[in-house]
């Protein structure tokens, strides 16, 4: 039983330029977040999906944005690169929207460097 | 502001020894999850915890929610150099559908 991949593992863009990272959920699983992670800091909430929609979302700006298709996959985009968007993007996965009780199953993640 | 505290931010210690890493916040959570990340993995999941006080065992972890629900904390004993590691604490608000992560313990054991 596969696990929630993404790809790609590593990826170098400059600024200005724009990034699709991909997601495939655990199977199973109808919802998919994206998490970002800062190099020495805990992963930050960027967004859910459910039904191919965007449920929630966290402080980031709207040159973050995201899809679902069909099949529960995701792609997060992220326009006009800063610096400072470098950083480990994660997808995780789960059977309930709300997680109170409910167990994330995390990727290896996207590192992205933007130079 | 950081809402989920967590301390030490460091810990280097020999195999064998026992240590405790704390989460803390000014918030009520639903409910508390302890990570575990390795470098270049995402973190995997090693409890959930939901009633204040609640109190769970996993070999030589034992992790604790506090009564309010505002704080937590994982206590390994006799550690061994494979609880290496970057331990994420990270809460539930309410009925949200998302996770706040602490800010990370980041843990070496050495032989």
């Known amino acids: 039983d596969a696990g929630v991949t993404q790809s790609p593992t590593h990826l170098i863009k400059t600024r200005g330029q724009q990034v699709t990272l991909r997601c495939s959920p655990k199977?199973?699983?109808?919802?998919v977040s994206w998490y970002q992670q800062a190099l020495g800091q805990g992963p930050q909430f960027i967004f859910q999906y459910y039904e191919e929609e965007e449920r929630q979302r966290g402080n980031f700006p709207d040159r973050f944005s995201g899809h679902q298709f069909p099949n529960y996959s995701s792609e997060l985009n992220v326009n006009a690169l800063l610096l400072g968007d470098s950083a480990l993007y994660l997808c995780?996965?789960?059977?309930?929207?709300?997680?109170?009780?409910?167990?994330?199953?995390f990727g290896s993640g996207t590192q992205l460097s933007v130079l | 502001t950081q809402l989920l505290e967590q301390s030490p931010q460091f810990l280097s210690i020999q195999e064998g020894e026992n240590l405790t890493v704390y989460c803390n916040s000014s918030s009520v959570f639903s409910s508390l999850q302890w990570y575990r990340q390795e470098p270049g993995e995402g973190p995997v999941l090693l409890v959930t915890v939901v009633t204040g006080g609640e109190v769970k065992k996993l070999k030589r972890l034992t992790f604790q929610f506090g009564d309010a629900r505002k704080d937590s904390s994982l206590h390994i004993t006799a550690a061994q150099p494979g609880d290496t590691g970057l331990y994420l604490c990270a809460g539930v608000l309410g009925t949200a559908s998302k996770l706040t992560f602490g800010t990370g313990t980041r843990l070496q054991v050495t032989l």
């Open positions: 995780a996965s789960s059977l309930l929207r709300v997680l109170t009780n409910e167990k994330l199953f």
């Open positions: 199977s199973g699983h109808d919802t």
